[in-house]
């Protein structure tokens, strides 16, 4: 992918994103693109990935959002409603066909590391960095705040605040929650 390419998804997410509430917004994908930055410098991965396509795959992960609002039936389908609104959204880019697929898989897997454990070890380097930075983001501090500032915005999150103890939980097992473990050993050390 071209700096170029990356450029205008930066910039079509950045505008697309300004009316999401900040769970879900421009300053959430800034933070996920960071991790996954930080996850590749650690496991000194560089060579084996377009940081371009990874950073962009970060900042689609949650595109969704500018369609449909938060809700239980939506984080139960992400995937699904993925499938139905990144195409469209991609074929604007013009990426060949290679980072197409691997843009799609990356963000359609990116769900489910946390509470399920669901990982995405059968698929792409790409897939598994975009899962592990968002839930490294998902059980962040800052993250946890911010759906406390905003739990009156949506009824799920609402109802996801009841549980916002449960990161405190998932930060002291976070590696079971990761593809790729160990980058919290690195990570602790900041």
């Known amino acids: 992918m071209t700096t170029n390419q990356l450029q205008k998804i930066d910039n079509f997410v950045k505008k697309a994103t300004q009316?999401?509430?900040s769970q879900h917004g421009y300053g959430h994908l800034i933070r996920v693109k960071k991790n996954a930055l930080q996850i590749v410098d650690i496991l000194k991965i560089?060579?084996?990935?377009?940081?371009n396509l990874l950073q962009a795959a970060c900042f689609?992960?949650?595109?969704?959002?500018?369609?449909y609002k938060p809700s239980l039936k939506n984080w139960l389908t992400e995937g699904k409603l993925l499938r139905q609104v990144l195409p469209s959204i991609v074929k604007q880019f013009n990426l060949n066909e290679s980072d197409r697929y691997i843009l799609s898989e990356a963000v359609?897997?990116?769900?489910?590391?946390?509470?399920?454990?669901?990982?995405?070890?059968?698929?792409s380097l790409y897939a598994q960095i975009v899962q592990d930075a968002d839930t490294l983001d998902f059980l962040s501090e800052i993250r946890i705040l911010d759906l406390k500032k905003n739990k009156n915005k949506f009824k799920f999150y609402r109802f996801l605040s009841l549980f916002s103890g449960l990161a405190k939980y998932g930060r002291k097992r976070i590696k079971n929650h990761l593809n790729l473990p160990e980058i919290i050993d690195y990570l602790n050390e900041d």
């Open 46 to 51: 560089n060579s084996k990935i377009d940081p």
């Open 19 to 21: 009316k999401l509430d």
């Open 108 to 123: 359609y897997n990116h769900t489910f590391s946390f509470p399920t454990k669901r990982l995405n070890q059968k698929y």
């Open 60 to 67: 689609l992960h949650d595109i969704h959002f500018i369609k």
